[in-house]
């Protein structure tokens, strides 16, 4: 399958983005769609992740209720609604579709290109 995400951009501090995933070749609803981070010089973490039956996980490490992922199954598309950014969420972001559980990257078979976000302080 292949993913498109989108929705990157500039936005200062403590403002909002809300990045879309969307999936061709196949319903959305058959995969787990997770998004995942990589900032400079740093590993891709893990962000959240929207099972095929609803359930959502996030990393609480640093989403702390800020971050909400929903699907629009008309759409083929995930989202990742980001509110009350910071500096530390500045990082490349990325969705990847998994049939299997997990939020390992390892997990994950197919990778969208990703999406810049840069928060300015």
């Known amino acids: 399958v292949q993913l498109q995400a989108s929705g990157g951009g500039l936005v200062q501090a403590g403002g909002s983005l809300r990045l879309s995933c969307t999936l061709s070749?196949?319903?959305?609803?058959?995969?787990?769609i997770g998004w995942f981070r990589q900032a400079p010089g740093k590993e891709r973490e893990f962000v959240a992740r929207?099972?095929?039956?609803?359930?959502?996980?996030y990393n609480e490490d640093f989403v702390k209720g800020r971050f909400t992922i929903s699907r629009d199954n008309a759409k083929n598309t995930v989202y990742l609604q980001m509110n009350s950014l910071n500096s530390e969420d500045t990082a490349v972001y990325y969705c990847a579709a998994s049939t299997r559980y997990g939020t390992m990257i390892a997990a994950y078979h197919d990778w969208g290109q990703g999406t810049l976000v840069t928060v300015s302080s």
């Open positions: 070749g196949r319903p959305i609803g058959a995969y787990a």
């Open positions: 929207l099972g095929r039956g609803g359930l959502s996980q």
